[in-house]
């Protein structure tokens, strides 16, 4: 079992930064792929960004230049840096966790992961 706590939201102004944390526990937490998805009001969750054990990354389209994934393994946490934030990256964003390690095909899909954070809202708003 993984438990994940995610951190870091709140109101920023548009062009502004925010890095959201996810906390992990359990000791396995360097053999998992970890992701970020992100939902707004109405809308389905969507994909945000995934690293692997093996520090393999994936961006959607929308945040590519401007969102960094990292993890750090002796803290059991990932960690997702936004810049140049527009009012349509608001949303609860939510870290994910995917035991099988790796990044495939379906990691940009969330029913590709097994353990799931309570979410954390990011508004982009003057």
């Known amino acids: 079992q993984v438990q994940l706590v995610e951190s870091g939201g709140g109101l920023v102004q548009p062009g502004g930064s925010l890095r959201l944390s996810c906390a992990a526990s359990g000791r396995t937490f360097s053999t998992y792929a970890m992701g970020w998805f992100r939902q707004a009001p109405g809308k389905e969750r969507e994909f945000v960004a995934a690293?692997?054990?093996?520090?393999?990354?994936y961006y959607a389209d929308s945040v590519k230049g401007r969102f960094t994934i990292s993890r750090d393994n002796a803290k059991n946490t990932v960690y997702l840096q936004m810049n140049s934030l527009k009012p349509e990256d608001t949303a609860v964003y939510y870290c994910?966790?995917?035991?099988?390690?790796?990044?495939?095909?379906?990691?940009?899909?969330?029913?590709?992961?097994?353990?799931w954070g309570q979410g954390t809202q990011v508004t982009v708003s003057s």
């Open positions: 690293i692997s054990w093996a520090l393999s990354i």
């Open positions: 994910a966790a995917d035991d099988r390690g790796r990044l495939t095909s379906g990691s940009r899909r969330a029913s590709q992961y097994d353990y």
